[in-house]
């Protein structure tokens, strides 16, 4: 077995059986003919290297030969094709935070960086908006800030828009607008075969049904027309802390305002279990609520969570949406968003938050920080999003999950699987509804799936839907190009 990047071609059992693929340099001389004078081919030693290949999570290292740095959708085009005709895996990538296990088993590819994709041109009526597929959450919401506008994204604004999106797209807005892939209008795909598609309600509209939800199963979205809206003025947010005697009163107050899936169509929820030893040497449990709308409206919805008596209240404001992220912790200069840290998600969608279930996983987490500290930074999160502005939305309205976010440890790897699991597996049992004896299936959110889910628990238990699916991924990808994100068999 040979595998030397400073050779032309690498010959190795890792790639169909020990084949011969042209290495970095040999990649670099065959696509700088055909590319575009603007793209650019990176391979390692490269800055430009590392950084497109540099990833949110060290547990998620897929291993590629070369990036390729499109300037236009026929680059993204010649490098499919080159990948295909040379049997080479390839994987977008925009910002990098992609955390499925499935990643791993990534070798020898191409890194089709779709970063410099990132022009936003907003319609002349103001509707829509002509995206690339490069763009960010934050830079969208800047962008559109300046002309008075907005736009749903995922609630960390460091993530592209388009990955969000395709596996759903949770976020603030959706309440208001709904999901992200609710917001999708058309797109330009480049399918496994390297063609460009328009797809949308009424071209390709099957592919257009499957890349809103399940995209990164089926193509390369090069750009697309987004719904915008008027912005709102201010956001209301506050933040409360408390210590563990007052867990039960927390998520009940929480269910209460969450009853039945009425969340207020402008309110959403973060709650945390987190661990902070200058407020205290347990865990301590975080609620923030961010609003939109003006602290007078939102002042009822806070009043149940003053009414428990905190320990602290950290924020209590009024701010412009774009300056929002940043404030609440989850924007782009936040420690969230940055790279360089293990990350590894276990979400769980509920119905409701029980009391009982939470104790349990509280003295769970307490167990984990205290014996194993490397997990300090790991939270366990519990997020309530309105439903209200969603189209067609199965019946969770509350999603928990643990997150583990670990410096890079061999032994840690092991670890944050183990309680994962385990975090999953008492959430799952504390859903089964009251006086019934009917067990939920479990379901999850595609985008912070580990990767060892079933398909069911990720893309839905109905028939129909994974039949269709399934389906359209052998019509469109029958050679499964598109197989490092949740895949679809």
Same mark, same amino acid.
């Given at each position: ?31 700088? @003919?055909? =590319? ?27 291993? &590629? ?18 990948? #295909?005709? #040379? ?23 191409? #890194? *089709?960086?779709? !970063? ?12 829509? /908006? ?23 994204? @995922? ?9 969000? @999106? ?17 917001? &999708? ?9 390297? /063609? ?11 592919? %257009?049904?499957?890349?809103?939800? /399940? ?16 912005? *709102? ?7 409360? *802390? ?8 927390? %998520? ?30 347990? +865990? ?23 009414? =428990? ?29 940055? +790279? ?6 276990? +979400? ?19 167990? =984990? ?5 490397? %997990? ?5 999160? &519990? ?39 385990? &975090? ?24 912070? /799936? ?28 029958? !050679? @499964? ?9």
């Amino acid at each position: 077995m040979l595998a030397s990047i400073g050779n032309d071609y690498i010959d190795t059992d890792a790639i169909s059986n020990i084949r011969a693929v042209p290495g970095p340099h040999g990649i670099q001389q065959d696509l700088g @003919g055909q =590319l575009s004078p603007e793209a650019k081919v990176y391979y390692p030693g490269n800055p430009g290297y590392t950084t497109a290949t540099t990833r949110w999570s060290a547990a998620s290292h897929p291993e &590629f030969l070369v990036v390729v740095v499109p300037a236009t959708d026929q680059d993204v085009v010649v490098a499919v094709k080159y990948a #295909n005709k #040379n049997k080479i895996p390839f994987l977008a990538v925009n910002r990098g935070h992609g955390t499925s296990i499935d990643m791993n088993n990534l070798r020898y590819g191409i #890194n *089709i960086y779709v !970063r410099n994709l990132d022009n936003i041109t907003i319609a002349p009526n103001g509707h829509s /908006a002509i995206l690339g597929g490069g763009v960010y959450s934050d830079q969208l919401i800047q962008t559109l800030a300046l002309k008075g506008k907005t736009a749903a994204t @995922g609630a960390c604004t460091c993530v592209g828009v388009v990955g969000a @999106g395709l596996g759903g797209g949770l976020g603030r807005y959706q309440g208001l607008f709904g999901l992200v892939a609710d917001n &999708f209008l058309e797109m330009t795909v480049i399918t496994a075969s390297g /063609a460009i598609h328009t797809v949308s309600e009424n071209r390709n509209a099957d592919l %257009f049904w499957a890349m809103r939800g /399940a995209g990164h199963n089926f193509g390369i979205v090069t750009s697309f027309e987004y719904k915008i809206n008027d912005s *709102i003025p201010s956001w209301y947010i506050a933040t409360y *802390i408390y210590t563990k005697e007052k867990l039960e009163a927390v %998520f009940s107050a929480l269910n209460d305002q969450n009853d039945n899936s009425n969340q207020p169509k402008e309110l959403t929820t973060y709650t945390v279990f987190a661990f902070d030893p200058n407020i205290s040497a347990e +865990p301590v449990i975080i609620v923030s609520l961010w609003y939109a709308g003006p602290a007078a409206s939102a002042h009822p919805y806070t009043l149940p969570f003053l009414a =428990l008596n905190p320990r602290l209240t950290t924020k209590n404001d009024s701010i412009p949406y774009p300056s929002l992220a940043d404030a609440v912790g989850t924007g782009i200069n936040s420690p969230i968003c940055k +790279p360089g840290l293990s990350v590894n998600i276990f +979400p769980t969608g509920i119905l409701k938050f029980n009391l009982s279930t939470n104790r349990q996983v509280y003295n769970l987490y307490a167990e =984990l920080v205290t014996q194993h500290p490397g %997990f300090a930074g790991s939270v366990v999160q &519990f997020e309530a999003y309105s439903m209200l502005g969603i189209r067609s939305v199965k019946a969770e309205s509350t999603a928990s999950s643990f997150l583990a976010r670990y410096p890079p440890s061999s032994s840690d790897d092991d670890i944050a699987p183990l309680y994962g699991h385990q &975090f999953r597996t008492l959430f799952h049992n504390g859903d089964t509804p009251a006086r019934s004896s009917f067990q939920r299936p479990l379901n999850t959110y595609i985008n912070h /799936a580990y990767g060892d889910e079933s398909m069911e628990m990720m893309y839905g238990y109905e028939k129909w839907r994974l039949g269709k699916l399934k389906k359209l991924k052998r019509e469109w990808d029958p !050679r @499964g190009a598109f197989g490092w994100f949740h895949p679809i068999r």
